[in-house]
């Protein structure tokens, strides 16, 4: 079941995502409530399981290596399973989503140069069942609210 969520929570939650070390009192001056107020919301955030833990998240200049792709696949069912658990090994497997519309997977790798991209991707081209490839080159992340 999925917990409810007010406008209040929304804003609270958008703020830890951006910096969770933010002070109380500045996410009560930006969502204008009081100091008291956010520590509560907090606490029951915490205690419904909506925010699951608090982490360090890395520079970007240190974990991202010099070139990250989505990578739009269509792929015949029946060839579904090998390529997820070839990708489900390749070190470069940032995620690997199924979606809906004209693909099937959404597949976003991270390597560090663009030859290591160019040869994954004729691999992953080549393999049984991989009807096509649509890839994009990630320039830069404008809004990042991922939990890690």
Do not use: F, W
């Not at 956010?38 to 419904?48: F, N, S, T, W, Y």
């Not at 991202?64 to 579904?80: H, I, K, M, N, T």
């Not at 070839?86 to 693909?103: D, R, W």
């Amino acid at each position: 079941m999925r917990p409810e969520l007010d406008e209040v929570d929304n804003k609270v939650l958008a703020l830890l995502m951006d910096d969770a070390r933010l002070p109380v009192t500045t996410i009560a001056k930006l969502v204008g409530i009081a100091r008291t107020t956010v520590i509560a919301r907090i606490a029951a955030l915490e205690k419904r399981g909506v925010i699951a833990g608090y982490g360090v998240k890395l520079s970007q200049k240190l974990v991202q290596p010099a070139v990250r792709a989505y990578v739009g696949l269509s792929v015949e069912a029946r060839y579904a399973a090998g390529l997820i658990k070839y990708l489900q090994h390749l070190p470069e497997t940032e995620t690997l989503c199924a979606v809906s519309g004209a693909i099937d997977y959404m597949l976003t790798l991270r390597c560090d140069t663009t030859d290591t991209l160019d040869r994954l991707l004729d691999q992953i081209g080549a393999m049984d069942g991989v009807r096509q490839t649509s890839t994009s080159i990630i320039l830069s992340k404008r809004i990042d609210r991922s939990a890690i």
